[in-house]
């Protein structure tokens, strides 16, 4: 029953390919497609360059984002070291380009696969360990890729950092936000597209049934260690990708980025996008990213106020302040994310304008 | 040799301040098995409350660090009525998470108010409490935290062992839904543990306060290190929290000794993937019996 409504009216499934399908509605299809149309013809051309560098890093955000909340919304497993393997993509990347010359259309994906390797390495204890002992097992290997980042100085040149060369598809090169715009943005629908699908096929509900409890889903024959390392290598494949064009936008990286605080911020867009829903992830990343640009204006405007400046009060702290309060919030209110309330909202729209 | 015992030395008393860091976290985590994120935040504020009170206030030692510790036991039971109760029951993932976001609050709040400066306790221990044996220096800190560690190590083990809430406690670590059935409050017990936990992190504040300065971002990093700590004793043991505290801080010295002072930090970590791998439950942790 595919319905010009924003949100089903009642439950209409008759088979089990309707309860797979994406959308409830062929409104949603239709939305979907215009809101894809208007972002790739019409908002690169209209906005201003600074608001089209933020949309870019809520792109990259958003495909790190979603390979997270498939390790943990889906898979169950907490990762904190998600900053760190976003960290290892940008430095294969730049790596790859600079020490090998390869070109960026095969550094980007390579990247991401070397992160997908780092990423199953660390995700080797899921073999023994889950719950807490795991998360902990996750914040050593942040630890650990850090210490290796800023030491290994052969090869990452330390705390002097890398500058990449300009990426290039033929004679044309990539610069300038526009172009990344289309390069983050296509990569950013592929992505989710991947992620939204692989979680409709065999892979996704053995990823679901582990999460839902582990030990059931062994005994119905899933083999859950191989499925375990599976969801980290896939997670981290997306954080290293993410990573990658992090890198060749940013066009110089150091190691500082890379740390504990960015892997927070990972699992911040996926408990506050909505955990086990692949729109929310990109809902948690805008939300944390646009979050951050507007701590960012506050302060630069609070610490211009006479007043404050004359009581000597450092105001820098504050985007701390709020950005942990923003995520306890959200855990106490509507731990089911942003997504939860867009469906909130939809449904309140299904009898309108008759809604009683 | 000389070189060698120093170093051991000091990797015990560093070692016992890990130890004792690691306490509160071990208490939280046994009554209510909450992985407590914000513990090197809770360092920090009773190292600054104490900071406040002696420096601003200008109240004599004693009594600032008798209010301390009562800010700290309130501000513990706060926490818990008001942020980890609702969670009861709650994934995991929602429970870490609100530490990590409280341990944001408090880190943002505290640089908000006292920046990140390093602020140092006008000195107040005498120096005849330092000892020296041979060549062997004890700085008269160490001494005190070895004698404050001893103290309130005898005090909480007898704490568990007779006092009646001590009994409660630990009924309800052992399980929950037993306690609860045999009439143990456990809603107080969880906020009695916090409250508890926040106090004995206020001490270990007060105590590397006076050793390394006072500084956020060094006792919040404190609290990170902990982990390696109580996974090494084992999550659910107070006195495997002490010895895993002092293995880990003679590591840290070894290492930062004879191997390389930057890979002094990370050492801890290294040898935390390994215990996972080869003994998850720790030295002295219960392992957990999972029926599905």
Known sequence: MKKFSLHPCGNYRESYAQELSIFETNFGRICLCLFLLILFFVAPFIVSPYTLYILNIIGIAAIAAVGLNILIGYTGQISLGHGAFFGVGAYAAAILATRLDVSFLIAIPAAGIITAGVGMIFGLPSGRLKGLYLTIATLAGQFIIEYVLIQWEGLTKGTMGITLPVPKIMQWNISGDKAFFFLIFISLVLMTWFAVNIMRSKFGRAFIAIRDNDRAAEGMGIPIFKYKLLSFGISSFYAGFAGALWAYYMVSITTEPFNLGLSVEFIAMVIIGGMGNIPGAIFGATFITLLNELLRYLTVFLMNIDFIISWGLNIAPLKEFVFGLAIVLFILFEPRGLAELWRIIRSSFRLWPFSY | ?292
């Open chain 2, 1 to 292: 040799m000389d070189f060698f015992l120093q170093l051991l030395v000091n990797g015990v008393c560093v070692g016992l301040l890990y130890g004792i860091s690691a306490m509160g976290f071990v208490m939280i985590f046994k009554s209510s098995s909450v992985l407590n994120f914000a513990h090197g935040e809770l360092l920090a504020l009773g190292a600054f409350f104490f900071l406040a009170l002696i420096t601003w206030a200008k109240l004599p030692i004693l009594v600032a660090f008798i209010l301390t510790l009562i800010g700290c036991f309130m501000l513990g039971f706060l926490i818990e009525r008001f942020f980890l109760r609702p969670l009861i029951g709650e994934k995991l993932i929602f429970v870490i998470m609100l530490t990590v976001g409280l341990a944001a609050m408090f880190k943002g709040l505290i640089l908000l108010i006292w920046g990140g400066n390093l602020y140092t306790y006008p000195s107040f221990l005498n120096e005849s409490m330092a000892l020296n044996m041979g060549a062997i220096y004890i700085a008269p800190v160490y001494t005190a935290t070895l004698i404050i560690s001893m103290i309130f190590l005898i005090i909480f083990g007898l704490f568990f062992k007779k006092s009646a809430q001590g009994i409660y406690m630990r009924s309800v670590a052992d399980n929950q839904k037993a306690a609860l059935s045999l009439g143990v409050h456990v809603r107080r017990v969880f906020a009695l543990s916090w409250a508890i936990a926040a106090l004995v992190a206020s001490m270990s504040g007060i105590v590397l306060g006076i050793m390394n300065g006072v500084n956020v971002h060094d006792l919040s990093s404190i609290g990170l290190k902990v982990f390696p700590v109580v996974i090494l004793g084992g999550l659910d043991s107070i006195g495997g929290a002490i010895v895993g505290g002092i293995i880990i801080g003679l590591l840290e010295t070894f290492t930062g000794g004879y191997l390389s002072p930057s890979l002094r930090d990370v050492v801890p970590y290294i040898v935390l993937v390994f215990i996972l791998l080869i003994k998850p439950y720790g030295l002295f942790g219960l392992v957990e019996i999972e029926r599905v």
